[in-house]
């Protein structure tokens, strides 16, 4: 079966920085996303990663080791506006519904 | 310039009713989803649709049928609604990526329909 796991709350203060993790293990990959959704609202896109290595764009990153199905979302220089629920995508090589989804990271930022 | 639009925005109804939720998409995209997010926050594809196919998640009731009158439009139609219906629904849109030159599809999502069923 498809299993994604990734912790389901971090706490952090502003000006820090928050490594969020992600494991999975699915039928074939194609990818990964990290998705932010603030409450109340729609995901929007951050990063994706195909290839083993980081990914920088501005203020976060993303990491992936496909031989050890692992993933993380760093977020530097965190603002109050981070402060939201941050989704791991693994898109699958499965039939249909190509994306699975972590159950998300709901990142609380503190003064 | 909504990028994926849906209607409305929330929807309360009784148990046993039939309603609809509208997606639009102006992004030129050839697949659109239909997810539902649950209380405990996961999103679960319901349907995927493109411009040649409509695959059906098997686990989802027949209850639930989407509707695609041209490539930009993606309606969800719900009979006999349940309780358990309630959530909020998301509709998405991506480029086929083999239209794309093999790109990622990466999703774009509307902004969800919280439906309550009391």
């Known amino acids: 079966g498809q299993n994604i796991d990734q912790p389901t709350e971090m706490t952090a203060t502003e000006g820090a920085i928050v490594q969020i993790n992600c494991t999975y293990q699915t039928s074939g990959f194609n990818g990964l996303f990290w998705y932010q959704q603030h409450a109340g609202e729609a995901p929007t896109f951050l990063s994706y990663?195909?290839?083993?290595g980081l990914e920088e764009k501005g203020r976060f990153s993303s990491f992936l080791s496909r031989s050890k199905g692992y993933s993380y979302l760093l977020l530097k220089e965190l603002q109050m506006k981070d402060s939201a629920s941050y989704l791991c995508?693994?898109?699958?090589?499965?039939?249909?519904?190509?994306?699975?989804f972590g159950a998300g990271t709901q990142v609380v930022v503190t003064p | 310039d909504t990028a994926v639009s849906q209607t409305p925005k929330y929807l309360v109804t009784q148990m046993g009713n039939d309603k609809s939720i509208k997606c639009e998409q102006n992004l030129g995209h050839d697949t659109m989803y239909w997810y539902k997010q649950d209380s405990k926050k996961f999103l679960k594809i319901m349907f995927s649709?493109?411009?040649?196919?409509?695959?059906i998640n098997e686990t989802v009731p027949n209850r639930f049928s989407p509707k695609s009158p041209d490539k930009a439009h993606l309606n969800l139609h719900i009979n006999s609604l349940e309780l358990g219906d309630s959530a909020v629904y998301f509709c998405?849109?991506?480029?086929?990526?083999?239209?794309?030159?093999?790109?990622?599809?990466?999703?774009?999502f509307g902004p969800g329909t919280r439906l309550t069923v009391l």
């Open positions: 995508a693994v898109l699958t090589t499965d039939s249909w519904g190509k994306f699975q």
């Open positions: 990663n195909v290839l083993d």
């Open positions: 998405a849109s991506s480029q086929d990526p083999e239209l794309a030159g093999g790109h990622t599809d990466t999703q774009y």
């Open positions: 649709y493109n411009n040649k196919e409509l695959i």
